[in-house]
């Protein structure tokens, strides 16, 4: 049997909230339970073993059978999610495109996607520009209950325009903004004389918003197979509960 797919319908059996709606792209034409972004930062501080783990890792997620358990409980049973790299305020490329994702089958094809995609290292870290680029994404085929960006990363902004700024700005369209900050066991020397705040504390602080946003932390990059997971089949739950603001993941 075919799942209703009406957001009227929806609504009236209360399983989505006016804080969760936005006003929606009249291009959009498919409806979905989340529309996610994965922004996936590829500045110098990742090198091209950490981009390789990164990658792998992301596959994994969506190989792992909890993942489509997860999409199979929405209110629609579907997902959209697309993938993009990240580096300086105007770099930034989608490496796998908007694909929706209703169980096993569909999610190997986006974990095979992201297994044939490029590996990309670039420059600078612009946040920013990536939480601006990423905001441009949502309404193009889709039309989800929420819209939720993941921006991975192990650096703070040094790119760009302000952070503040794209981040206000993504908050007043109703995007929700998670986090996975990456704590680098071998940190650049200049970060360090630079005094800069430790990644997940600037995370928690300056990247992330929106209803229920939240930050996973990867402690080293060895564990960054193991949080993303988490933090994925934790964003595509059907209604998203207040939980802890920031999980850690170890090796």
Known sequence: MSRPVSRRLLLGAGLATPALITTR?????????????????????????????????????????????????????AIAVTLFVWSDWNIQHTLVPWMRLDGQVSAERFARAIDGASRETYLYTSISGAIDHA??????????????????????????????????????????????????????????????????EYYRDEVIGGPAAFLMVAEGYDSFAGAVRRKIIREIAAIPTPGPVVEREFA
């Open 135 to 200: 905001a441009k994404q949502f309404g193009q085929r889709f039309e989800g209950l929420r819209r939720v960006v993941d921006i991975s990363g192990d650096g703070v902004n040094n790119s760009g325009r302000p952070l503040s700024a794209a981040r206000a700005e993504a908050l007043d369209q109703g995007i929700v903004l998670n986090g996975l900050a990456v704590l680098d066991r071998t940190p650049q020397p200049s970060a360090l004389l630079a005094g800069l705040p430790p990644v997940d």
């Open 25 to 77: 792209d009249a291009r959009a034409s498919t409806e979905v339970d989340v529309e996610l972004v994965l922004a996936v930062d590829v500045s110098r501080s990742v090198d091209t073993e950490e981009m390789e783990m990164q990658m792998r890792g992301y596959a994994e997620a969506f190989r792992d059978p909890r993942l489509a358990e997860g999409i199979a409980g929405g209110p629609l049973g």
